[in-house]
């Protein structure tokens, strides 16, 4: 593998909730990775802190363990895997009391490298632990934090978060994390809107005839039930992750690509987006699977409730009242257990204002496919003739550029969202993460759905394991003429 990395500076991270399955499975393998790739300087410190009963050895045999099980690389070098060790440490804390804080402090004062904090822990805890940041020196004007969703379950939740960590951190300082933003393909996306000529003069109302983007999961809510029956498909994934990507496929060009540019832009799509009509929504809720309930149990059964009413599948028809985007609807889905595990955004353009070739030519139309997992990549279908006598028969064929098959996979550096993310949080940069007014702004769209859908006593379709959701998301579009689109 071709390696263009360039090392960060040095820096201290502290992973509050370092022995928490966030840290285990994502966090520390892929700072492993960015250490195997060149990016950390082997003077980098990473503490993990937690209130498990660990010392540093213990916690470097945990996370020996980790980088085995979700290292995700082709090989693994033992003695990499030593030296990685070596820059973690633990420490016993107690996020809400004074125990294991004086040790912490004496670890980062005045070290005069970059000081990051990820609270790898609930939301709960943010303000106990920002708190504590503050009170032993260690909230200082160059600290950094990282947050995790959720980031509140409304606008009012939000709104406290915000003035909590505000209290002790500047907006500077606040890198609220999605990892999302982090994939290779979505920053693609912005690459293919604003770097071709091509693409621009076409990115409006007057040539696009609608958009979406489907977030869908083979899997159910598993071991996460308790929290997603609290939460839903509407709170746990469309606030954030599709509003992100709906925010990158609409919003206008920034003058430049850099932090508050980008998010200024992002942040005139939410307020631009108009209220859901409740015929614009649709809810469902996984059954089991016939014949097979044991292994894929339905979702009341998952969660143990068996009068839930919380959604695991939501599509939106949603429209964005500007002059770039008036009149063109943005179509939104995700859920569980659905037949497919596929993270897509689909640009429909129009039809051709007049077809030379009749109706036999059948009706075919130009789509710009964005894959952000699995086989991450971009297609571009166009129409051409079939190849061979028989008069003009036309057929839709794809211009397609498969990362995987494109370029030359040795001379690819993969890259983990988490991985990215980690780093430009070291870096300062915070153009790929979510600012306090984007984020208000999100639920203040949301809150209202929510709230409208539980005025009405609505109850989520029942829709089966391994479909593509209740019937009722298909007539979303069918009774407009569309139909949401599959690989061929």
Sequence with gaps: MVSRVIPVDQFDLVIFGGTGDLARRKILPGLFRRFCAGQMLPE??????????????????????????????????????????????????????DEGWAELQSLM???????????????????????????????????????????????ETARALNQTLATYFNEDQIYRIDHYLGKETVQNLMAVRFGNMLFEPLWNSQYVDHIQITVAETVGVGGRGEYYDKSGAMRDMVQNHLMQLLCLIAMEPPSQFSPDAVRDEKL??????????PHHIVRGQYQAEPCNEPENPGYRTEVGNPRSRTESFVALRVEISNWRWAGTPFYLRTGKRMSERASEIRVVFKDTPHSIFGEEAGRHRNVLSIRLQPNEGITLGVTIKEPGPGGMRLIDVPLDMS????????????????????????????????????????????????????????????????????????????REGRSWRKET
């Design 44 to 97: 980098a410190r990473i503490i993990g802190a937690a209130r498990s009963d660990l010392d540093t050895h213990g916690y470097r045999e945990m996370i020996r363990e980790a980088i085995a099980e979700f290292g995700e690389l082709s090989a693994i070098d033992p003695e990499q895997v030593d030296q990685f060790l070596q820059l973690l440490s633990f420490v016993k804390v107690d996020a809400l009391g």
């Design 109 to 155: 004062g005045g070290t005069g490298r970059i000081e990051a904090y990820y609270f790898s822990v609930g939301p709960s805890l943010f303000g106990d632990i920002a708190e504590r940041l503050q009170k032993w020196g260690m909230a200082d004007a160059d600290a950094r934090i990282v947050v995790e969703k959720p980031f509140g379950r409304d606008l």
């Design 268 to 277: 005139k799509v939410i307020r631009a987006l108009d209220p859901v009509l």
């Design 403 to 478: 990362f995987a098959e494109t370029l030359d996979p040795d001379d690819i550096e993969h890259v983990d969202a988490y991985e990215r993310l980690i780093m430009d949080v070291i870096r300062g940069n915070q153009t790929l993460f979510m600012r306090g007014d984007e984020v208000e702004a999100a639920w203040r769209w949301t809150d209202p759905i929510i709230e409208g859908w539980q005025a009405r006593n609505d109850v989520p379709k029942p829709y089966e394991t391994g479909s593509d959701g209740p019937t009722d998301a298909n007539e979303l579009l069918r």
